[in-house]
């Protein structure tokens, strides 16, 4: 079962961070997230969250964050979080 929480605002290429807005409930380290859109659909762990070049642990509803991504992924592209035993 998943849960959508955000959606991707920007995607550093090079460094291969995603920037995420929250637009529903929170997203915190270590949660499996999934990230889906026109092209892009994989599933990852939160590893890192930043906040203006600040470490993080969570992400709450509103809020923007920066987050390395595993695969390339586009701007609009949502983000889901995974429950555990779906």
């Known amino acids: ?9 920007h995607y550093f ?11 529903a409930g929170s997203l915190k380290v270590g949660e499996a997230i999934r990230i889906k ?4 659909d994989f599933t990852q762990k939160v590893g890192s969250l930043q906040q203006e070049h600040q470490q ?5 509803k509103g ?3 920066g987050m390395r991504v595993d695969q390339p992924v586009h701007e609009g592209d949502k983000v889901y979080k995974v429950k555990e035993g779906a």
């Open 13 to 23: 290429g090079k460094i291969g961070v995603a920037v995420i807005e929250v637009g």
């Open 37 to 40: 859109g026109h092209s892009t």
């Open 56 to 60: 993080i642990t969570e992400l709450k």
């Open 63 to 65: 809020a923007s964050g």
């Open 1 to 9: 079962m998943e849960e959508e929480v955000g959606r991707v605002t």
